[in-house]
């Protein structure tokens, strides 16, 4: 993992300067279930790559997931671990802040809530602060962690996460923008305090829902 942050590419500050600007705000709400597009979205069929620029190389030999934090059993998982966890399979629908959808995604791996349950998560836990292997962070509160159909996904469309889209394995929580959805994740540290990741102190919204379009704070 990279001790510091790369320098703030270009697509970063013109990221950054949306934020400033609160471009894409229609100002208009709707709800999941009334319409399926979340306001001043579109939609994409095909997947666009976004991220800081960096696509690190894991080998699954050496790939590790570390849980800590407010837990009774901290850990280092390796991948044989991680597969043997229950599996899961959910399809939905992602919603990037830079106003693209995509729809029915299906996604196999392991829920939050089993991850969550296997690492014995305290009741002092209040967030999750998540860590990628190109220094990138977000954070969730626990509940939006461990929503019903979150996962950490190692496959799309029934084949391997492609490194480009943060395999070997990547966090997905489809009900909030996909920013929230660590890449290449490293580190799943369960907290009490809030601690705003990577587009959380660059202006973005520390809550992400894109149906109340809560693109920037
Ligand atoms: N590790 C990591 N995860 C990341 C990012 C990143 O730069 N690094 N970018 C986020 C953003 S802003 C978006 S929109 C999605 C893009 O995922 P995709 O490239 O698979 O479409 O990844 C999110 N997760
Ligand atoms: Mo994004």
Redesign the pocket.
Known sequence: MPDELPEDSKLTRT?QRWAEQGRFITGRTSRPGEDRLPPGQHLVKN??????GIEPAIALSSWRLDIGGEVDTPMALNWDAFIALPQVEHTSD?H???SWSRYDNRWNGVSTQELAAHAGIRPEAQFAILT???G?T?NLALADFLAEDALLAHSWEGAPLTA???GPM?LVVPHL?????????RRIEFATADHPG??EVRGYHNHGDPWREQRYS
Do not use: A
């Open positions: 990221k997947w666009p790559v976004l991220d800081l992602i990037c802040v830079t990628s292997h190109d990138y977000t480009e889209h943060g990547r923008y996909f920013w929230k959805s660590p890449k290449w994740l990577f587009w």
